[in-house]
């Protein structure tokens, strides 16, 4: 009889000190999650609520290195040029062998294209080392195309080409 009165108020002390726990997170609030939360609000053009999605990713793992590259991303096109450039660079620094984060680093330096002279330099830089890392990485071979694209409107839009076509 005193097992069992034993086992029982094991069980009931069990019971109440698991309820006292705090309770886990919840399956999407994770860095991953919030990262690409930012991506998306970044792609559908509200900056802000990417900037707050890539917070949220660093206030959970301060390591997560792609958030400081979304957030590079979302500052540039906010046009904070100094903010994403620290933030690419430590992207770049801590994180330079994942292609998919020097691919966001890359299109980060496309964004700041009007703000930064050495804007052409700086992307064809990051994704040679994406690239070589992954020779088909998809993300990067887009970013190169449009690189070279971006750049070649440029070059036709000069005043220097117009004389040269007359």
Known sequence: MKRIHFIFYAFTALFL???????PQS???TPEYHFRAGMRAVDSGD??????SFQRALDLDKKFI???AGFGLANAHLGNT????????????KGGKDPDILAICARTWIVM???????????TNILDKA???DKKHEASLFYYGWLI??????VMQSPIFAVLLR
């Open 17 to 23: 000190l698991g309820g006292c726990a705090t309770k």
């Open 27 to 29: 399956d999407v609030d």
């Open 47 to 52: 900056y802000d609520a990417a900037l707050n």
């Open 66 to 68: 792609a958030a400081y």
């Open 82 to 93: 100094k903010a994403a450039k620290k933030n690419i660079g430590k992207a770049v620094g």
């Open 113 to 123: 294209r009007k703000d930064e002279k050495k804007w052409f330099k700086q992307a």
């Open 131 to 133: 690239l070589k890392r």
């Open 149 to 154: 694209y971006i750049n070649m409107i440029l």
